[in-house]
């Protein structure tokens, strides 16, 4: 089974920089749809930002396109998300999954994801 671990989480000012990291292991497919979550007290989870381990092509939730970018170190297997200029209501727990990708298949916010990591708190104060 896939592995994956957070790190990076902590407490920020709003317009400070975080940067998340996500290691993975116990790969056995050749490609893999992965993304970052975020889910805030008494709100449902929802997608950040998601990339294909394919193509390398990114996509990302409206409220923080501009802002956060999402990013992939093969040789370290570890998926990242920097998170610039943050605001309040980025702020929950931010969780990264993973799921296998066949070649045809899309890779994208709405994507079912059958990997989770534990989580890494973000707080972000005005």
């Known amino acids: 089974q896939v592995q994956l671990v957070e790190s990076g989480g902590g407490s920020v000012q709003a317009g400070g920089s975080l940067r998340l990291s996500c290691a993975a292991s116990?790969?056995?497919?050749?490609?893999?749809?992965m993304g970052w979550f975020r889910q805030a007290p008494a709100k449902e989870r929802e997608g950040v930002a998601v990339?294909?381990?394919?193509?390398?092509?990114?996509s990302y939730a409206n409220s923080v396109k501009g802002r956060f970018t999402i990013s992939q170190d093969s040789a370290r297997n570890t998926l990242y998300l920097q998170m610039n200029s943050l605001k309040p209501e980025d702020a929950g727990m931010f969780y990264c999954?993973?799921?296998?990708?066949?070649?045809?298949?899309?890779?994208?916010?709405?994507?079912?994801?059958?990997?989770w990591g534990q989580g890494t708190q973000v707080t972000v104060s005005s």
């Open positions: 999954a993973a799921e296998p990708q066949g070649p045809w298949v899309t890779c994208g916010l709405s994507s079912t994801f059958t990997y």
């Open positions: 116990g790969y056995t497919y050749s490609r893999y749809c």
């Open positions: 990339i294909s381990t394919g193509d390398g092509r990114p």
